[in-house]
């Protein structure tokens, strides 16, 4: 890549730029992430772009213990009334993947319905 250019993706997660109880480690884990995003961008530029996706709770196998049962107490929390669904995170992975973010390096796309800017409950 350090020839022909490209882009690379990590998926980080909310948990990483706040904190989240009962998965503290989980948490450490991630913001680990969002840090080397930035630390390669530096890097690995002007060539390789590299970003990262940061999500909170979207609606796969692996979260549904999060949700099941309780799926509009859960909603309810972010400011746009839902979860989070693939599409959301598959349509911001392909524009920082994509040429239209070819400014873009460096950064953490939070994809969390607005839960951050509400702030602590």
Request: aromatic letters at 4%; a negative charge.
């Amino acid at each position: 890549m350090a020839e022909h250019g490209g882009s690379v993706l990590v998926v980080a997660s909310v948990a990483g730029p706040k904190a989240s109880p009962m998965i503290g480690g989980y948490g450490v884990s991630k913001a680990a992430l969002v840090n080397l995003v930035t630390q390669l961008a530096v890097e690995l530029g002007p060539t390789v772009r590299v970003n990262a996706v940061a999500p909170a709770v979207v609606k796969t196998r692996f979260a549904g213990a999060l949700y099941e049962g309780c799926e509009a107490e859960v909603a309810a929390q972010y400011p746009v009334g839902r979860l989070g669904v693939l599409e959301d995170v598959g349509e911001a992975a392909a524009y920082l993947l994509g040429d239209g973010a070819g400014w873009v390096t460096g950064q953490t796309l939070v994809l969390d319905g607005g839960a951050l800017s509400r702030g602590p409950a």
